[in-house]
């Protein structure tokens, strides 16, 4: 990701890409934004790509704990 994009540009490359972000702000050399109402720090030098990847790890992630999650309570 580009660190001269705006946030707006930010929010719409994520949505090119179906990923719902919001709450994006620059702060130094990070990027912190919320994807599925939870936080997240990209570098600013990271590549688009692996801001795409970086994200696409942090719903996973956030999926597979919700579901330990239910599961959990379930028992």
């Given at each position: 990701m580009s660190r001269y994009a705006s946030n707006q540009d930010v929010v719409r490359f994520f949505a090119d890409h179906g990923i719902e972000v919001t709450h994006v702000r620059r702060e130094g050399a990070v990027r912190h934004l919320r994807v599925q109402q939870r936080p997240l720090t990209l570098?600013?030098?990271?590549?688009?790509?692996?801001?795409?990847r970086l994200v696409r790890e942090s719903m996973t992630a956030a999926e597979s704990s919700g579901t330990q999650q239910a599961s959990h309570q379930a028992q």
């Amino acid at each position: 990701m580009s660190r001269y994009a705006s946030n707006q540009d930010v929010v719409r490359f994520f949505a090119d890409h179906g990923i719902e972000v919001t709450h994006v702000r620059r702060e130094g050399a990070v990027r912190h934004l919320r994807v599925q109402q939870r936080p997240l720090t990209l570098p600013m030098d990271a590549s688009p790509d692996k801001c795409l990847r970086l994200v696409r790890e942090s719903m996973t992630a956030a999926e597979s704990s919700g579901t330990q999650q239910a599961s959990h309570q379930a028992q």
